[in-house]
């Protein structure tokens, strides 16, 4: 954790490149905003049959800790939209989620 998932309307998900540059923003975000150990960053796109709303559609699920304030949720999720505008051209909804430790069970 965290995980940074995309959601994106089929006929307008972005190049290969554009995805690796955002994948290379989310990663800078995930390490350095939510202090989040570089090994533990999933950026996952996966591509939908939209039906209505924004064509982008961004889901954070993230551990909850102290340090990951208001705050800092705030400029994790400003640095994400702008890196999204920037790298694809559209239009985001995010969503963050936090898990208390005591919640998730996870392997690897």
Known sequence: MP????YIRSEEMPSDEQRAELSRHCLELCTSV??????????IY??????????VFAEVQYRLESFRTPSVMNKLMDGLDEAIARCTGLKARIRCFGHAASNVHARN
Not at 3 to 6: D, I
Not at 46 to 55: F, L
């Open 34 to 43: 939510l202090q989040a150990a570089l090994e533990n960053v999933h950026v």
């Open 46 to 55: 996966i591509d939908v049959r939209h039906g209505q709303g924004h064509p």
């Open 3 to 6: 995980n940074v998932t995309f």
